[in-house]
């Protein structure tokens, strides 16, 4: 008796680890369930939660369960809707459930689902003047993705107060755009945001804008900006071959990027040789070849790289950078073929690429690449010194005093000249 009562003990003790572990694999692995159980969907279980993977009827009208077998939906993979495509009118989407991108008729668009935000990816309709929903799906609208609207022929938009993140690329190449009210909380305009809306002539700027990325509007029609006092930051090309006559507010931006304005008229009309902004040198645009950087500058951002087909700056043969300069930014001097740079001790920071030049003794081959070897005139162990080194330029050791004579016989040599 005792032999028979501990072999039915073994016996449900083996049942049930055999369901433990049973239970256990199916909650952790993915379970496809067969579709006559589901119709019409094709779910699949994971860790005790419902995935939608496909839509099986032609029936256009859709409301998702909360619910399919008695197990909560989480998820809708993004071909879910593919059947039926944009004919599908999707009533309702449960709260709580995700879907990687899912089509919204009334507003011709299609929408990432993340918890209770919805993600505005792609408009896929042909008005000219459109509004952004605030909600879909009982979910607020809090952000427009990247090339959502790009290339369409899209003339106007305004943006809901819902949007708190704007991705880059949203609206290039949209040459049609003209008009785009922005909301008032927006705090960032992310990379390449308008890049290349030529018919964008103006736009007015959140209030509480904090930083506009790097070529944000570049090649857009702007002809005037107004920088709200909120603003800390202007990234690299910002504005770059933009209409741009007449801006406000810089004195409030806290960091300017290399080539922010260039190629714009304001750049053009800027008086003087030396475009600056506070104490950092944006551009020269004199026509001397032998160029002395005025004591007031603290840094050089790209003021000397020259771009194909723009008539500033002009090609230098010898820059002397004064003692009172602290900074050289990335490709400053790219393009400058055969040009020579008296850099001092007090240069502590050169950005990558300042000069864009092998030498050549390198394994690319006798000589630079892209034209006459550029030079380094600077003092021995000088952060200079060590950066032509690590970059394989050209370089020239000279004394502070030699480097200062040099300087004062060019500036002698420029007022001769006047």
């Known amino acids: 008796m005792k ?10 003790f083996g049942i049930l680890s055999f369901l433990v572990i049973l239970g256990y694999y199916l909650f952790s692995h993915w379970v496809h369930v067969p579709q006559w159980l589901t119709f019409p969907y094709d779910v699949s279980i994971y860790r005790g939660k419902a995935v939608i993977n496909e839509y099986l009827s032609e029936e256009r009208e859709i409301s998702i369960p909360e619910k399919i077998m008695g197990i909560k939906v989480c998820n809708i993979n993004e071909d879910a809707f593919n059947r039926v495509g944009e004919d599908a009118v999707i009533l309702e989407i449960p709260e709580g459930v995700g ?14 689902l993340i918890g209770n935000d919805a993600r505005m990816l792609e408009y896929a309709g042909n008005e000219k003047k459109y509004e952004v929903q605030e909600e879909v799906w ?31 690329f949203a609206f290039e190449g949209c040459t049609n755009l003209k008009q785009v009210m922005l909301p ?19 736009i007015i700027l959140p209030p509480n804008l904090e930083r506009i990325g790097n070529a944000a509007f570049e090649g857009s029609g702007l002809e005037n900006i107004d920088l709200p006092e909120s603003i800390k930051e202007i990234g690299y090309s910002a504005f770059e071959d933009t209409a741009v006559k007449k801006i406000a507010g810089l004195e409030n931006v806290e960091y300017i990027g290399d080539y922010a304005f260039r190629g714009t008229p304001w750049e053009e009309d800027y008086e003087g040789d030396f475009v600056c902004i506070g104490d950092v040198l944006y551009m020269y645009k004199g026509d001397d070849d032998v160029v002395v950087i005025p004591t007031t500058i603290r840094e050089i951002r790209g003021a000397f790289y020259r771009k194909e087909g723009s008539l500033y700056p002009i090609s230098v043969k010898k820059v002397f950078v004064p003692d009172s300069v602290r900074a050289i930014s990335a490709y400053s001097f ?12 007090s240069v502590t920071e050169l950005g990558d690429s300042c000069f864009f030049y092998v030498d050549k003794d390198s394994i690319f081959g006798d000589g630079a690449w892209d034209g006459e070897p550029r030079t380094i005139v600077t003092t021995s162990a000088s952060p200079a010194h060590v950066y032509a080194k ?9 004394t502070r005093d030699e480097m200062r004579e ?13």
């Open 184 to 202: 008032s909380n927006l705090e960032q305009i992310s990379v390449a945001t308008f890049w290349n809306c030529r018919n964008l002539k103006q």
């Open 334 to 345: 790219e393009n400058q073929e055969g040009i020579e740079v008296y850099i001092p001790a």
């Open 406 to 418: 040099e300087m004062e016989e060019a500036l002698r040599e420029q007022n001769d000249g006047e």
């Open 390 to 398: 690590e970059q394989s330029l050209h370089y020239r050791i000279s």
């Open 99 to 112: 879907a990687g991108k899912v089509y919204h008729q009334e507003s011709q668009s299609y929408y990432w």
């Open 138 to 168: 009982g979910r607020k609208v809090t952000k427009i993705c990247s090339s959502c609207f790009g290339n369409s022929n899209i003339e106007e938009v305004t943006i809901p107060e819902t949007v708190t993140d704007i991705d880059g």
């Open 3 to 12: 032999t028979n009562k501990g072999i039915k003990i073994a016996a449900v």
